[in-house]
């Protein structure tokens, strides 16, 4: 079956760290999204890639950083710079509307 | 720029009554509209879709007609279930100048909890 795996589903990360969330889509779609999730503020864009090799910054891309070097692949690193990391991430691909969404990744700084 | 605006929640109804989640938006050019819901613990799923003015999207009993002139994109469904429970996600999308594939604009969602 077709669709997106974020990994891992639960992540903690100390004060001061860099931390990579994964994303891995086999739907062969051009674009892929990072959005965080906080309560009561709906989903806000982190950054975004229309095709390989390519990626804009979405509204909060302060203290985040992405790559895009395969097309099935679109990590997340979140640094140190990041005042407040805590959120639950998720991870979204979409050809012409077709948006398909993972099942997030929970990232909790300790 | 973009905006999508939700009515404020939660919404707490009794199975089997009647469901109304207003959206409204403001955009540049013509944009399609979406409900994506989300249940505990996962990603969010598509509900339903329309991508002109007048269309309506329709999906497991939800309904949304897309308004032009009141720009508006309104949830409703007649019996709600207790397996409704979930947060919902009004959202919109606009090509960019090149024809290609627009990141999407999010609602703050409104969490419905339906009861037995």
């Known amino acids: 079956d077709g669709g997106i795996t974020q990994s891992p589903k639960y992540l903690f990360r100390k004060e001061g760290q860099n931390v990579t969330l994964s994303c891995e889509q086999n739907l062969n779609h051009d674009a892929m999204y990072w959005y965080r999730q906080d309560p009561g503020q709906g989903l806000r864009l982190i950054y975004y890639?229309?095709?390989?090799?390519?990626?804009q910054k979405g509204d909060i891309a302060e203290g985040y950083s992405v790559s895009r070097e395969k097309k099935e692949s679109f990590p997340l690193t979140v640094t140190s710079a990041q005042k407040n990391p805590t959120a639950f991430y998720l991870c979204?691909?979409?050809?012409?509307?077709?948006?398909?969404f993972g099942s997030g990744t929970r990232l909790t700084v300790v | 720029g973009n905006s999508v605006t939700q009515m404020e929640g939660p919404v707490t109804l009794s199975e089997e009554a009647f469901l109304t989640i207003n959206c409204t938006y403001t955009?540049?050019?013509?944009?399609?509209l979406f409900w994506y819901v989300q249940y505990p613990g996962e990603g969010l799923q598509l509900l339903l879709k329309a991508t002109k003015a007048d269309d309506k999207g329709s999906n497991k009993g939800f309904e949304a007609t897309y308004r032009k002139e009141t720009t508006s994109f309104h949830l409703e469904k007649g019996s709600v279930q207790v397996s409704d429970s979930a947060v919902y996600f009004c959202?919109?999308?606009?090509?960019?100048?090149?024809?290609?594939?627009?990141?999407?604009?999010f609602g703050k969602g409104i969490t419905l909890s339906v009861r037995p």
């Open positions: 959202a919109l999308g606009v090509r960019d100048y090149t024809g290609a594939n627009s990141k999407l604009t």
């Open positions: 955009a540049t050019g013509y944009p399609s």
């Open positions: 890639s229309q095709i390989v090799n390519d990626f």
């Open positions: 979204a691909s979409n050809q012409n509307y077709g948006y398909t």
